[in-house]
Nanobody
Framework: QVQLVESGGGLVQPGGSLRLSCVAS????????VGWFRQAPGKEREEVSC????????YYSDSVKGRFAISRDNVQNMVYLLMNSLKPEDTAVYYC???????????????WGQGTQVTVSS
């Protein structure tokens, strides 16, 4: 069964850090670009980061650049999103998704996880 599962979300104070994990089963993430998206209540889903498949090139949205870091471990079939200096506006459900090539367009992603909640609050 093809599946993506996120973990690592939770409640954190402003300025804190979290590391999200995305593990794939049923297929090899190595051959896919992986994006991290987030969706806050009442807002559209937005891509915050993406890592390429062939060259592992990395992309970050302006809102997270310098604070978030994406990485992948092809042996473990996982992708990570390290989130530092978290702000209340980072509060959202975070999703990982896999596509045949790097893109910011959500409809082009083939597989999606169920999401993990990140809440930044004091």
């Amino acid at each position: 069964q093809v599946q993506l599962v996120e973990s690592g979300g939770g409640l954190v104070q402003p300025g804190g850090s979290l590391r999200l994990s995305c593990v794939a089963s049923g297929f090899s993430l190595e051959h896919y670009a992986v994006g991290w998206f987030r969706q806050a209540p009442g807002k559209e889903r937005e891509e915050v980061s993406c890592i390429g498949n062939s060259d592992s090139r990395k992309y970050y949205s302006d809102s997270v650049k310098g604070r978030f870091a994406i990485s992948r471990d092809n042996v473990q079939n996982m992708v990570y999103l390290l989130m530092n200096s978290l702000k209340p506006e980072d509060t959202a459900v975070y999703y990982c998704a896999a596509a045949s090539r790097p893109t910011a367009q959500a409809p082009l992603y083939d597989y999606w996880g169920q999401g993990t909640q990140v809440t930044v609050s004091s």
